[in-house]
């Protein structure tokens, strides 16, 4: 089994090879790293993509916006991810961002991933009728588990989720409240024994 470093670093050069800015390679490595980490098949899908890539271009998407609708050809999934993960805080207030075409999205994922690191919120993706749900790039949720290649998402969209607590007020303070038991009363020993006490100043 290949270590997630190699496949870093395999990514990340393979990236430079197929005319990619050593900036975007770096980026790449890492997002792959954290599809395969996640049982997502990363490798698989970025081969695929640089073979079709040698054959047919892609358009690049540098500005997003609210609706992003290709010209003629879909969507490179590096060169969007890459923007999107760049834009992402002027992109919170939208609430919500689709894409038309996105060649290869699973290659999209990790970028939207990690840019919910940035924001601090929860993002959902949705790529057809596949849902995901990124946590703070900490863990990938989702019921999509086909290991094979995702050509093409027809409609891709983002929502910015909001920061909610799962629990009401009441739970909180029936646990809180279970909590203070731990708590120990502050006496004339323990005042005593604490940190510093008892010690002379011979200045």
Known sequence: M???????????RAT???GFSWGIAEEVGKNIRLLEMFGFPGIKNLNYYYKIRNEKIFEKLN???KENKRTKLEFCPIIAGASFMDQARSLENLNEIKF???AYPLLFLPFVSRASEILGKRLSLKIDEKEFLLN???CIYSKYLNDGILEVGNIISISFLENLDSFNENEWNQLYKLSED???EETDSLKK?????GLTDND
Do not use: P, Q, Y
Request: aromatic residues 6%; hydrophobic residues 45%.
């Open 136 to 138: 703070f790039n900490n």
């Open 16 to 18: 430079r090879a197929a």
């Open 100 to 102: 038309e075409k996105i």
């Open 182 to 184: 731990t708590f120990v």
């Open 2 to 12: 290949k270590s997630l470093s190699e496949i870093d670093t395999v990514s990340k």
């Open 193 to 197: 024994g604490a940190a510093g006490a």
């Open 63 to 65: 500005l997003i916006n």
